[in-house]
């Protein structure tokens, strides 16, 4: 077993209050009769940064689902309606939510399923570990299939579908060319194209790939890149106080920095938490690592590095370590940052 040469510590789990108009899934009928906004429901939930974005495009989302219980509980602290904790590999959870929708209108279902099955960066690994460890396929792969079946027993005006590129690419193709197909022959009509999210404000490299439905004849084209949105690292991290690797602080003093990031970051946020931050810490920085941090630039590579402060091969990880530019975009942002952070060291601190 692999071991990391610094403790992996997690901050305390907070639990927050139900939104005062949530619900339960059997009362979703009842609560979208009291709205007058185009409804939408959100699968495979998350936190919700997808429901706050249907949300702000002026849509109520009444039902969102996602399996894992803390992003299901965080769902129903922040929007209305049902945020329900339900796996939707289970044709029982499915056939309720199912239940529960008979007769409501919907404008649009949306969602993301799984996108490690599909990812480039984990295909590797996972193959390792069928091939040589007896690890069954990853059941996420067939998650698209649920996300349709709910389109079509909902019969809503809109569908919204987004995931990783490599579902449309290479081995994975197929699975986009069925999602389409399907689609069609469920009576809709179906626009797909790959959006990079710095084309509309977010100073990040990151693709994603999207597929937008509509069941009526809709006139719908694509949003184009925003040249006053364009941003680089610094107008989302430069206001953030510096902080030491290892520092486990959860409450810091914050001076608001004027700025378009920072007033949208900040929205909403009570009055007495407006000069507060919190999660505001980083994981602890090995001795090794520090000394390798202190040397580089954004234009280091791994393998400028000295020999001694080498932990990897360096023909095959020239990349491994990245300090990032606050005049550039950030790097895609991973699933296991909070574990390997050296493609994220920070622009002018000695810590990931």
Known sequence: MSRYGVPFVKGPEVRLDPHPRSCELSGVAAFAKTLNKPLAIDLFCGAGGLSYGLHLAGFEVILAVDKEREAAETHRAHFPGASLNGDLSDPSVMESICNALKGVPLDLVAGGPPCQPYSQAAFSKVRHLEEHHGKKPDPRRDLWKSFLYIVKETRPRAVLIENVPDMAFGRDGIVLRRLVCDLEDAGYTVHTRVLCSDAYGVPQHRQRLFSVAFREDVVFSWPGRDQQAERKLKDAIADLPPVAGGDKQEVRPYVAVPGPLQRYFREGVPEEDQ???????????????????????????????????????DDIFEDKYKRLDMDSLSRTITAHISQDGYWYIHPTQHRP
């Open 275 to 313: 000069h507060v931050i919190y999660d505001h810490h980083t994981r602890a920085v090995r001795v090794d690592d520090l000394e390798a941090f202190k040397l580089m630039t954004s234009k280091t590579t791994y393998r400028d590095l000295p020999d001694h402060l080498k932990r990897y091969r």
